[in-house]
């Protein structure tokens, strides 16, 4: 099984930006963490970080695996383009985020680009990561 687990915005950031929110550990470590628990289960997956929405839709579009987790940052609230993109390929995505978003600021209660993806994960940490793969062998690989 192939997945694409997409970063978007100041995720390259953990362990600077909000560590109260977003935890100590920095962005290396959540990659390494990611890459760890796929192998484990013999999921190849490919991760991708970008600051800029027109990469992301570029990398959604030229996708052609299994399953794509995507945590849009702050795409999530208003990024129409994403939730395209997402809609565009007929590959199952799931939305995660590693804070509560509907805990925080009443702006990110919204999400845009939810409605694109089979499922969302919000404030499990980098569990949320791992639930995801885990949802993704789960339906496209049933008894994985």
């Known amino acids: ?37 796929a192998a484990k ?5 490919e991760i991708f970080q ?24 702050a795409y999530t609230h208003y990024s129409v383009a994403i939730h395209d993109a997402l809609k565009s390929v007929d ?3 799931v939305e995660v985020h590693i804070s509560n978003i509907y ?13 694109a993806c089979v499922g969302q994960i919000s404030g499990l940490g980098w569990f949320g990561y791992f639930a995801a793969i885990d949802f993704l062998l789960s339906e496209v690989v049933p008894n994985a």
Do not use: C, W
């Not at 362990?15 to 990659?31: F, N, T």
């Not at 289960?41 to 997956?45: H, L, P, Q, Y």
């Open 103 to 115: 805990a925080r600021e009443e702006f990110r209660h919204k999400s845009i680009t939810a409605p």
């Open 1 to 37: 099984m192939r997945i694409l687990v997409i970063n978007g915005p100041n995720l390259n950031l953990l362990g600077k930006r909000e560590p109260d929110i977003y935890g100590k550990r920095d962005y290396d470590a959540l990659v390494g963490e990611i890459s760890d628990y």
């Open 41 to 45: 289960r013999s999921v190849d997956a």
């Open 91 to 93: 590959v199952p995505a």
């Open 50 to 73: 970008s600051n800029h929405e027109g990469e992301i839709i570029d990398r959604i579009q030229r996708f052609d695996g299994d399953g794509i987790v995507i945590n849009p940052g």
